[in-house]
Structure formats: structure tokens, C-alpha cells
């Protein structure tokens, strides 16, 4: 981006300076919808350990209170945070299941796209185990219920100063209620237009506050639904949109009577000799001969998975929590916090397909006469495979906190979690069964049956019996922290107290992961896979200051300093320091500046550094796919020629076997974000907040795409690119197929990201109603890759898709609620920008509009303790575009909304 455009984007953030002029004093908060409401006894706010009285001091912070969350309509966390502007790329949810590195089915937040790990995610200003099925690297949104939660704080700055490790782009800190009295209990039921997607939601909460302390215990349970993906209405089968029809032009090339490639020369049965490599098909027909085959064509040969897949998977939890405190003293208490989940997910999955499999020319199944190898072969027979995962996660917080007299106060804590679970393929294969059944010298003894692959029908029941198996994993996540703090006024200055906190903070993260035995032994279908054991350590220690400079001055009601450092010492990578440094500037009541500087450094996460390799199909697009059709002068022309990719290449399908995994010679990222922000408040009730922020990170840890790797590797001049390497990418000699592609975590060069947050919130009455107006939204003007140094960067702003998630430009979301006596309403619309396709500049999908979902929520009183609340999402059934380089269902899932339209039904009871 252009260095015009930056300060463009600067000054916008603090233009509001040439309205102050015309300001009166307004005695206006600071919304809450935004940026929190100013309150008169000091609290604790995220970005910092200092009690103050004003919210905003801090840093751009979005604040979601229980009554706007229930508002929503929304009844889990990854929805709720996922909708916010500030979210993008890719965020474990119920649409995109199956991307989840080591922990399918795991909610998480993506904060600014720049990774879940980068998103350090707190419960009551206090780190979450991660959670998954083993070795993960994100927090497990799913267990918290959201009938816990008080409010959400959202800091949109870097953090590492004030959290440690981890906060790059943000946190995401969920306040649970406090103090709470009484009994609530509440259902909600809901389904998609077609039927399916069932929601069911069960939750109580009981506290009692005395004297001596309160107590609350919650219990939820909640139940979602599958929605199939080849429903009509979203998407029957893999293809292209054309303006004769959607045409199918996508299924896979791993089909079920199998296919490969023979040599030029090669006579097929009917006589014809082939001028080139070509593949060939085996008979798809159960009625017919398995031995013939055919000349291999997409349109008929290709397999249609997505009847195999679902739009929304289905999840099922149930929680339990009790948080308490006790007054030891006047001045003591001694508090504790126990939750605990158990999750049980689960994803069809298309069957399995064997790769690869060697024949001599005298095997006695081989048709073709000479060896052959069957580069794909689909096991339809065998039915369709399973992903399940049950996890259950523990969590204990247990401590005492206080004052010391004055302004003084402290806390110490100690802090455990803990997170097992296990994930099981259903339907896999035992590879080393099945090459018992391929060996003529080994079947047919010894109740070894024998196996014929060529063709669909062909493989018996005793077949299947004897290699079929449910592999099984078992893994978890562990958190020992310990904690100490103390915050006060130091001393007075004219312009006011000087705040200080200081403290100590102790913490161990394990991570463990053993696969099945067979896919120890490389003796299951997919990649050999090593356990994962790990363990990273940390002491720290941190100090934090504010310091009031001005007060009451000309143009200056108060400028106040706001200083952080913290120094951190790792058992596996040494020490670093990490500070941040900010100014507050509030010129009137109605005009205030705000400016931070902070630095941050992450340590790889347990699977990044100790994670085996694994194996899938992702969705990869090839640039040497029709490359012949290019211009000669072009390098990606020149390069696949220069690669020895067969002139008539077509890539089949659009996915790629790919290898992903961990690198033990990963070293710490570090990062530096700025960011400068103003507050209007012009009149009574509005609130305008403009915040500019630009992030840089070095020495990167990033996982790049396939898909990326390719582009980058044939786009190069002479093929000279890094990723042009054989521990990159390699070719099938014969076809031109990449039949290897790893995307392992890597150290990168560095990633910079810029762009502006934009709030308003208008609070009014009008007619006698309570009115309240709440717009978000975020422009990302630059985010760009760099692999090494040197390297031309990879552009991502206004990109959608290829396994990236979407990073639009624009993102916006903005809700209207009308609030009487016994009633109030919400309609919300959330607006996801426009954006090109990450590989493909032309064609279908190339360039996809910007999409718009309404939602509407109408909630009445029947009594003083019944309330009923109707809603509908997606209003107007705005069905996910078409992207060219989608991952499911012909879009991005990790975008877009695939379930449609969908309405529910909630009671709740207050007493």
C-alpha cells in the first residue's frame, strides 16, 4: 500500500480533531457497544492491570454486554465473535469442520485473520487451556456457555506486554457473572427452511450472594444438528456456475472403479493406439465387467463426494460450572472457579480412497498386461467414513484477593486445565491387510482373503471384513499457571494519582497426541504419523504504569501515559522483553486522541513444533492446469514446460494429497503493532470511534497453502523460487499430476497488516421507546506475506478463498433495537465486502460481490419472570457465492454462511 494511502488512512482515524471546535461539552458515555461505558467505581479492564474508572483509556476495545448478546439471538461464542468485523480468515466452526488442524469440530476466533494462535482468548482476565483432541493450539470455544458470560471485551491491539506470549493481534476476554442472585433457566429450538440443522439449547443458572459470599452454579446442554451439503438448495455436487446451468465440472478424479495412466503406444482393447501418456478408467457399472476399461473422462468418471459431506456439522455439548467467592475478612476473599465440558462432534466424509498401488504385469487381477499403477481408487463399497471426537475439559482457578488499605489491592492465583479427548476414523483401511489381499503369494491362505481392485463391485465383503478398521487417537492439553499481582496509586501528581501494578506470572502448556497403533506402524490409510509429546515453560515478571501528565488545561481536559513492560523467560527459547508504551488525550468531554505502541513475541505452540506430518485432500489449484493455453512469454508457461507438465495437462478435480505437520526448527516470532484512534461524542448519546492500526510481524510462523506454494513457485523466473524445491512439491513423471505438496508450519519472512476500525453507537428515545443504533466496521487496507527475505510479497487484502479464509476489505456489522416495557426488537444485518479470488482472475468465481445477512430477533414479557423470544437468521436466504478456489461446497466455508435461512424459538424464566 501506498505510502499516501497510510496517511490517508491516519488522518481519517483523527479528523474528528476539526469538529472540536463546534463541540459543546456533552455529558455522553462511551458506549458499550463499542467501547464501554465510563462507570464510577474503578474496575479492571482488558489491555491492562490497573483500576480506572474510565473503560476507554486503554486501547480500541469492543465491549458486548449480556443484554446486546442476547439480543443477538446467538447462543455460541464462535458465532458471536465470528460476526464481529474484527474476525476474519479462517475460525474452527460448524461450517468448516473439517479445516481444524489436530481438532476437527473445534469452535475457535480468528482475531484480525491473523491466526487463532495469534488470538489469545481469557476467562475473567486468565489464560484457557487448549482444547481438542490432543496437541492443539487454540482455545475450544465451545467450552463456554454462554449463559455464563456477563460481557466480552474485545482488545483489537497487541498485548504481550500486559498477557504474555500469544496476544499478537488481540485477546478475547469473557467476563463471567458475578455476585449473581436468583434462578434462571431457559430453551431454545431452532431449524433450517429445509428442515434440518435442528438447534436445540438447555441452560439453568442458580446463584446466591449472602454475607459471607455468593455462589452460582450453571449447567448447559446444547445439541446441533447436521445439515447435509448436497441438499438442492446449496450444493448437489462439485462444478462451475455457466449461463447455461451449474455444471458439474468439479467431482473428483479418485473414482470408484479406479483409474491410472499408460504409456504412449499402449493398444487399448478396441484397437486404438495412444500417441501419448494417457489415463484410462476401470468399469463403474456393478453389473459390469470389472476388467475393461476406457479412456478416462471427468464428466462420467468423476465421483460426486459432496453427498458425503454436510453444510453444518453436527456438535454436541454439555457443561457444568460453579463459580463462588468467600469473605475471609473485611478485607480478604478467597474466590474459586470449576468448569467443566464434554464435547462429542462428529463429520461424514466421502469414502476412503486408496493411492498409488503397484502391479506387476503378471498379477493375476491386472488387466492391462503390463505394470500398472492405480493411481486412485475409491472404496464406494465399503460406504462412506466417519470423523468422531469426545473431548472433556477441566478447569479449576482457585485464589485470594484483596485490599491492603487505601487504593491498594492484590491477587494471588493458581490455575488448572486440563483437556483430554480422542478422535476415531470410522470405515479406514489397514493397509498392510490390504497388501496381504493384493499378494498372490500371501491370499487364499490362512483366512487371507484375495482382492481384486479393478473395477467397481469387485472388491467382496470378505475383503472389506478383513482390511476395514476404526482408527482411534487419543490426546490432550494441559495448563499449570501460577500467578500474583498487585495494582494501587503510588503517588499523586497535580494532574492526579500515578497507577501502578506489578507481578509474577508462572506457566506451563503440555500437549500430547498418540495416534492409533496402525497409523504409528504407516499401516492405516493416510500418513504415518509420530506421537506428540511436548512441553513449553515460562516465568515472568511485569510492571505497568499510568501516569496523569495534564489536567484541566487549555485544550487538554487530560492527557494521561500509559506504559507497560514485561520481561519473559522460556525454558526452550531464552528471555525477551516486550513493552508497550500509549497516550490518552481527551480534549473536551467530547473529543478524546488515543495512541499505543507495543511489541510481542510467540513461541511455537506444541503442534507447531512437535507435530507429526498428516495427510488429506485439500483443495489446491494447479497453475500448470491448461498451461499450454497461456502466452509462450509467460514464466508459468515456460516454467510447467520446463517441469516436464504434459502439454494436454488438465488438473483433475481440485484437490491435492497433502502433507501439513510441525518443524522442531521453528524459532519465536516477534511482532510490533500501532495503533491511533480517536472518541466523538458530539451530542448526548453518540459515540464515534475511528482507530487506525498497522501490525509487523517477523521471522513469521506461518503454515502457506498449496495452492500458494504452486503459484509462487511457477510465477518465478526460471523455476528458482524456494518453494520450486522436491521438499516442496513433486510431479508424476508420466501425467504431470503433483502427486507430493507439503504446506509444514515454516518460519517466514514477515506478514504487515493495516487497515481502520470504525464504531458508532447512537442511543435515543423517540415515541416513547428506547432506541439504540450500533454500527462496527473494519477496512483492511493491507495485508501481505512475505516467504524469506527478498521474496516479492503475496498480497492478501481483498482475497477470498484457497484455504485462506476471506479477507475482504470491507466488513461491517450493524443492528437497530427498539426497547419498551414489556417488549424489544433487533434487526441486525452483517455485511461480509467484496473480494477477488485468491488464484483465479478470471472466469466464474473470479471476483466475488459483497454479501449481505439480515437477522431479526422479537422478544415479549409474558410476566414478570417469562420471557419469549422469536428469531430468524438470514432473512432473505442469501445462499453462499460461488469462489472460485472454494474448499466445500463451491464456496469458502470459512467465510460464508452455508445453512440458509433458519428460525428458532427461546423461553426463558428469571426469578
Not at 465510563?38 to 465491549?63: F, Y
Not at 463403474?284 to 476388467?291: E, L, V
Not at 466455508?893 to 433458519?902: A, F, K, P, Q
Request: proline content about 5%; overall charge negative; hydrophobic content about 35%.
Amino acid at each position: 500500500m501506498s505510502p499516501a494511502k497510510n496517511r490517508i488512512l491516519m488522518g481519517a482515524a483523527i479528523a474528528p480533531i476539526v469538529l472540536w471546535l463546534y463541540a459543546q461539552p456533552a455529558a455522553a458515555q462511551e458506549s458499550s457497544g463499542e467501547d464501554g461505558a465510563k462507570v464510577e467505581e474503578t474496575v479492571t479492564v482488558t489491555g491492562s492491570r490497573i483500576k480506572r474508572k474510565d473503560l476507554t483509556s486503554v486501547g480500541p476495545v469492543t465491549v458486548l454486554d449480556s443484554v446486546q448478546i442476547e439480543q443477538t439471538g446467538i447462543s455460541n461464542l464462535e458465532t458471536l465473535l465470528q460476526r464481529l468485523p474484527s474476525s476474519a480468515g479462517f475460525g474452527g466452526n460448524s461450517n468448516s469442520a473439517y479445516w481444524v488442524s489436530n481438532g476437527w469440530g473445534t469452535p475457535q476466533i480468528n482475531l484480525r485473520g491473523l491466526g487463532v494462535n495469534r488470538t489469545l482468548v481469557l476467562l475473567n482476565g486468565r489464560r484457557l487451556v487448549y482444547g481438542g483432541t490432543g496437541a492443539n493450539s487454540a482455545v475450544d470455544l465451545s467450552m463456554i456457555p454462554m449463559s455464563l458470560v456477563s460481557r466480552v471485551e474485545v482488545l483489537k491491539d497487541g498485548a504481550s506486554a500486559t498477557y504474555g506470549a500469544d496476544a499478537v493481534a488481540g485477546v478475547i476476554n469473557l467476563i463471567t457473572k458475578e455476585g449473581y442472585d436468583g434462578f434462571e433457566a431457559s430453551a431454545k429450538y431452532g431449524m433450517t427452511d429445509e428442515g434440518d440443522g435442528e438447534e436445540t439449547l438447555l441452560e439453568m443458572s442458580w446463584g446466591n450472594s449472602t454475607p459471607a459470599g455468593d455462589i452460582m452454579f450453571n449447567v448447559s446442554y446444547q445439541d446441533n444438528g447436521a445439515a447435509p451439503l448436497w441438499d438442492k438448495s446449496r450444493a448437489p455436487c462439485p462444478g462451475t456456475p455457466t449461463p447455461n446451468g451449474f455444471v458439474c465440472d468439479g467431482l473428483s478424479s479418485s473414482t470408484i472403479g479406479g483409474r491410472g495412466t499408460v504409456p504412449a503406444g499402449y493398444v487399448m482393447p478396441d484397437g486404438t493406439v495412444l500417441t501419448g501418456p494417457t489415463r484410462i478408467n476401470f468399469n463403474q457399472d456393478p453389473n459390469g465387467d470389472g476388467d475393461s476399461f476406457h479412456i478416462y473422462d471427468g464428466a462420467l468418471d468423476g465421483f460426486n463426494y459432496n453427498r458425503y459431506f454436510n453444510a453444518s456439522n453436527p456438535l454436541e455439548r454439555l457443561s457444568f460450572a460453579t463459580f463462588g467467592t468467600y469473605h475471609l475478612t473485611e478485607h480478604a476473599d478467597l474466590f474459586a472457579e470449576l468448569l467443566y465440558t464434554k464435547r462429542w462432534s462428529s463429520q461424514p466424509a466421502s469414502p476412503a480412497t486408496l493411492v498409488n498401488v503397484a502391479f506387476d504385469a503378471s498379477h493375476p487381477t491386472n488387466p492391462t498386461g503390463i505394470d500398472f499403477v492405480l493411481e486412485r481408487r475409491r472404496l464406494l463399497e465399503n460406504g462412506a467414513r466417519t470423523f468422531e471426537q469426545e473431548t472433556d475439559t477441566f478447569r479449576i482457578v482457585t485464589g485470594v484477593r484483596g485490599s491492603l488499605g487505601g487504593s491498594w489491592s492484590y491477587e494471588a492465583a493458581l490455575n488448572w486445565g486440563r483437556n483430554t479427548g480422542s478422535d476415531s476414523i470410522l470405515n479406514n483401511i489397514n493397509t498392510g491387510r490390504l497388501a496381504q489381499t493384493l499378494d498372490p503369494a500371501t491370499c487364499g491362505t490362512g483366512g487371507i482373503p484375495c482382492a481384486d481392485l479393478f473395477g467397481y463391485g469387485d472388491v467382496t465383503q470378505d475383503v472389506l471384513d478383513y482390511i476395514v478398521f476404526t482408527q482411534t487417537g487419543l490426546g490432550g492439553n494441559e495448563q499449570k499457571a501460577i500467578s500474583a499481582s498487585m495494582s494501587g496509586e503510588a503517588f499523586q501528581l497535580p494532574a492526579g494519582p500515578v497507577g501502578v501494578a506489578f507481578g509474577a506470572d508462572w506457566r506451563e502448556d503440555k500437549g500430547w497426541r498418540n495416534p492409533d497403533s496402525l497409523a504409528v506402524a504407516g499401516l492405516a490409510l493416510g500418513n504415518q504419523e509420530d506421537p506428540i509429546s511436548g512441553s513449553t515453560k515460562a516465568t515472568e515478571v511485569f510492571a505497568e504504569i499510568d501516569v496523569p501528565l495534564l489536567k484541566d488545561k487549555p485544550f487538554i481536559e487530560a492527557l494521561d501515559f500509559d506504559g507497560a513492560i514485561r520481561y519473559s523467560d522460556y525454558d526452550l527459547f531464552g528471555s525477551d522483553t516486550n513493552y508497550k508504551a500509549g497516550l490518552n488525550w481527551r480534549i473536551n468531554p467530547a473529543l478524546k486522541f488515543r495512541g499505543t505502541y507495543t511489541t510481542a513475541f510467540r513461541i511455537p505452540n506444541i503442534p507447531e513444533l512437535f507435530g507429526g506430518v498428516s495427510e488429506g485432500n485439500l483443495t489446491t489449484v494447479d497453475p500448470c492446469s491448461n498451461w499450454s493455453s497461456l502466452s509462450p512469454s509467460s514464466n508459468i508457461y515456460q516454467n510447467c514446460q520446463a517441469a516436464g507438465v504434459p502439454t494436454n495437462y488438465v488438473q483433475l478435480g481440485n484437490t491435492v494429497l497433502t502433507d501439513a505437520g510441525g518443524n522442531p526448527d521453528l524459532q519465536p516470532e516477534s511482532a510490533e503493532s500501532f495503533t491511533l484512534g480517536t472518541v466523538f461524542q458530539p451530542i448526548e448519546g453518540l459515540s464515534l470511534t475511528l482507530d487506525y492500526f498497522d501490525i509487523q510481524i517477523d521471522n513469521a510462523i506461518r503454515t502457506t497453502p498449496g495452492s500458494t506454494k504452486l503459484l509462487l513457485c511457477y510465477e518465478s523466473v526460471n523455476l528458482s523460487h524456494e518453494f520450486c524445491g522436491p521438499q516442496h512439491h513433486t510431479r508424476n513423471p508420466l501425467n504431470g499430476d503433483v502427486n507430493y505438496l507439503s504446506t509444514q508450519n515454516a518460519n517466514t519472512g514477515s506478514e504487515t497488516m493495516k487497515g481502520l476500525d470504525i464504531g458508532v453507537v447512537y442511543s435515543f428515545e423517540k415515541f416513547g421507546l428506547d432506541h439504540a443504533l450500533d454500527l462496527k466496521a473494519t477496512y483492511l487496507s493491507e495485508y501481505e506475506t512475505v516467504a524469506f527475505d527478498g521474496d516479492t510479497p503475496t498480497v492478501i487484502d481483498g482475497h477470498i478463498g484457497g484455504g485462506n479464509g476471506g479477507y475482504p476489505n470491507w466488513r461491517a456489522v450493524g443492528s437497530w433495537t427498539t426497547t419498551a416495557r414489556k417488549w424489544s426488537g433487533t434487526y441486525s444485518v452483517q455485511m461480509i465486502g467484496e473480494g477477488d479470488d485468491f488464484y483465479a482472475t478470471s472466469g466464474p468465481g473470479s471476483s466475488i460481490s459483497a454479501q449481505f445477512y439480515h437477522n431479526a430477533q422479537l422478544s415479549y414479557d409474558l410476566s414478570d419472570a417469562l420471557r419469549l423470544s422469536v428469531g430468524i437468521d438470514n432473512i432473505f436466504q442469501n445462499d453462499p457465492p460461488f469462489v472460485a478456489s472454494w474448499t466445500d461446497g463451491n464456496t469458502d466455508t470459512m467465510t460464508y454462511d452455508l445453512l440458509g435461512r433458519r428460525g428458532y424459538l427461546r423461553v426463558t424464566y428469571r426469578r
